[in-house]
Protein backbone atom coordinates (compact mmCIF):
# COMPACT_ATOMS: atom_id res chain seq x y z
CA UNK A 1 0.00 0.00 0.00
CA UNK A 2 1.02 3.49 -0.97
CA UNK A 3 2.35 5.53 2.20
CA UNK A 4 3.68 9.07 2.35
CA UNK A 5 6.37 9.75 5.00
CA UNK A 6 7.45 13.66 5.76
CA UNK A 7 10.20 14.77 7.16
CA UNK A 8 11.39 18.08 7.22
CA UNK A 9 9.83 21.68 8.95
CA UNK A 10 10.79 23.36 11.87
CA UNK A 11 10.79 26.65 13.23
CA UNK A 12 12.24 29.89 11.28
CA UNK A 13 12.81 33.93 11.18
CA UNK A 14 10.83 35.99 8.72
CA UNK A 15 12.78 35.79 5.84
CA UNK A 16 14.47 32.21 6.34
CA UNK A 17 14.30 28.85 4.32
CA UNK A 18 13.13 25.47 4.66
CA UNK A 19 12.85 22.10 3.03
CA UNK A 20 10.35 19.64 3.44
CA UNK A 21 10.50 15.79 2.40
CA UNK A 22 7.44 13.66 1.38
CA UNK A 23 9.09 10.00 0.66
CA UNK A 24 6.67 7.58 -0.85
CA UNK A 25 6.47 3.77 -0.42
CA UNK A 26 4.74 1.27 -2.52
CA UNK A 27 4.51 2.95 -5.26
CA UNK A 28 6.96 4.72 -8.23
CA UNK A 29 6.13 8.41 -7.68
CA UNK A 30 7.04 9.01 -11.22
CA UNK A 31 3.85 8.03 -12.02
CA UNK A 32 1.87 10.09 -9.52
CA UNK A 33 0.40 13.52 -9.36
CA UNK A 34 1.69 15.63 -6.32
CA UNK A 35 1.01 18.65 -3.82
CA UNK A 36 1.60 20.30 -0.78
CA UNK A 37 -1.25 21.52 1.16
CA UNK A 38 -1.33 23.85 4.51
CA UNK A 39 -3.60 24.03 6.78
CA UNK A 40 -4.18 27.54 9.31
CA UNK A 41 -7.44 28.47 9.40
CA UNK A 42 -8.38 26.28 6.47
CA UNK A 43 -6.52 23.34 3.89
CA UNK A 44 -5.21 25.21 0.63
CA UNK A 45 -3.44 24.15 -1.63
CA UNK A 46 0.37 25.81 -2.09
CA UNK A 47 2.10 23.50 -4.64
CA UNK A 48 0.84 20.67 -7.22
CA UNK A 49 2.54 19.00 -10.04
CA UNK A 50 0.89 16.32 -12.86
CA UNK A 51 2.88 13.25 -13.69
CA UNK A 52 4.54 14.99 -16.63
CA UNK A 53 6.82 17.47 -14.59
CA UNK A 54 4.78 20.82 -14.75
CA UNK A 55 3.93 22.84 -11.59
CA UNK A 56 2.17 25.35 -10.56
CA UNK A 57 2.01 27.48 -7.04
CA UNK A 58 -0.41 29.33 -5.40
CA UNK A 59 -0.13 33.33 -6.20
CA UNK A 60 1.03 33.61 -1.83
CA UNK A 61 3.91 31.49 -2.40
CA UNK A 62 5.18 32.01 -6.01
CA UNK A 63 8.53 32.99 -6.59
CA UNK A 64 9.26 31.48 -3.28
CA UNK A 65 8.31 28.05 -2.87
CA UNK A 66 9.80 25.26 -5.17
CA UNK A 67 8.08 21.70 -5.87
CA UNK A 68 10.52 19.40 -6.95
CA UNK A 69 11.17 15.72 -7.15
CA UNK A 70 13.59 12.81 -7.22
CA UNK A 71 12.71 9.98 -8.50
CA UNK A 72 15.74 7.83 -7.82
CA UNK A 73 14.78 8.51 -3.91
CA UNK A 74 11.32 8.10 -5.00
CA UNK A 75 10.66 11.37 -2.65
CA UNK A 76 9.39 14.84 -3.75
CA UNK A 77 10.10 18.24 -1.72
CA UNK A 78 8.93 21.84 -0.79
CA UNK A 79 11.62 24.20 -1.10
CA UNK A 80 10.50 27.37 0.94
CA UNK A 81 12.38 30.70 1.01
CA UNK A 82 12.19 34.29 1.92
CA UNK A 83 9.28 32.76 4.23
CA UNK A 84 6.60 35.02 5.67
CA UNK A 85 4.98 35.01 9.00
CA UNK A 86 1.37 34.15 7.15
CA UNK A 87 3.57 31.07 5.54
CA UNK A 88 2.70 29.47 9.58
CA UNK A 89 0.65 26.33 9.09
CA UNK A 90 1.11 22.57 9.31
CA UNK A 91 2.20 21.50 5.54
CA UNK A 92 0.59 18.38 3.84
CA UNK A 93 1.93 16.18 1.04
CA UNK A 94 -0.52 14.41 -0.83
CA UNK A 95 -0.75 12.55 -3.78
CA UNK A 96 -3.17 10.66 -6.82
CA UNK A 97 -2.70 8.69 -9.44
CA UNK A 98 -3.88 8.69 -13.16
CA UNK A 99 -6.84 6.34 -13.64
CA UNK A 100 -6.07 2.57 -13.48
CA UNK A 101 -7.36 1.80 -16.78
CA UNK A 102 -4.93 4.49 -18.21
CA UNK A 103 -1.87 2.42 -18.22
CA UNK A 104 1.37 2.91 -17.61
CA UNK A 105 1.61 6.29 -19.18
CA UNK A 106 -1.44 7.47 -18.15
CA UNK A 107 -1.74 11.65 -17.24
CA UNK A 108 -2.94 13.24 -13.94
CA UNK A 109 -3.37 16.61 -14.24
CA UNK A 110 -2.44 18.84 -11.20
CA UNK A 111 -4.97 20.09 -9.23
CA UNK A 112 -5.56 22.16 -6.01
CA UNK A 113 -8.40 20.34 -4.90
CA UNK A 114 -7.64 18.27 -2.20
CA UNK A 115 -10.76 15.71 -2.83
CA UNK A 116 -8.91 14.70 -5.83
CA UNK A 117 -5.78 13.34 -3.89
CA UNK A 118 -5.87 9.92 -2.52
CA UNK A 119 -2.97 9.55 -0.41
CA UNK A 120 -1.57 12.03 2.60
CA UNK A 121 1.51 12.75 4.57
CA UNK A 122 0.96 12.50 8.41
CA UNK A 123 1.48 16.72 8.16
CA UNK A 124 4.32 18.93 9.96
CA UNK A 125 4.70 21.81 11.40
CA UNK A 126 6.47 24.61 9.93
CA UNK A 127 6.27 28.05 12.25
CA UNK A 128 8.00 31.58 11.19
CA UNK A 129 8.63 34.04 13.52
CA UNK A 130 8.99 37.86 13.31
Known amino acids: QVQLVQSGGGSVQSGGSLRLSCMMTGASINRYCMGWFRHGHERVGVAVGD?????NYADSVKGRFTLSQDNAKNTFYLEMSSMKPEDTAIYYC??????????????????????????WGQGTQVTVST
Open 94 to 119: AVYGPPPYSGAGGYCPATYSAADYTY
Open 51 to 55: NKGHT
